[in-house]
Nanobody
């Protein structure tokens, strides 16, 4: 499975940004997808994830109410929509996939290359 995330950039606090991640996998609906982020000097943290069929969606407390994860299985793409961005959201955002349809919350099997999001105050 190869994953490629896009859409990072420099935005001001309060702005919105959507990150797509495209997966190269035969049956996209068979893999759960997750989003993680890592700020320099900190550990990589779970942001949220979605099951293969899109029914189960999980969010970290920091993302609840502001971030929305969705997927389009016909396009092999998962999205992370981020609203009301804060400077503390600044990080490299990674999409990840598991080997099963469950949400890969802890230790995903596959990682994308990451895309940098910088939020200025």
């Amino acid at each position: 499975v190869q994953l490629q995330a896009f859409g990072g950039g420099f935005v001001r606090a309060g702005a919105s940004l959507t990150l797509p991640c495209v997966a190269s996998v035969r049956t996209f609906s068979s893999v759960g997808m997750g989003w993680f982020r890592q700020d320099p000097g900190k550990e990589r943290e779970f942001v949220g994830g979605i099951s293969g069929n899109g029914v189960t969606i999980m969010y970290a407390d920091s993302a609840k109410g502001r971030f929305t994860i969705s997927r389009d299985n016909a396009k092999n793409t998962v999205y992370l929509q981020m609203n009301s961005l804060k400077p503390e959201d600044t990080a490299v955002y990674y999409c990840a996939a598991g080997r099963t349809p469950a949400v890969p919350r802890s230790v995903p099997d596959y990682w994308g290359q990451g895309t940098l999001v910088t939020v200025s105050s």
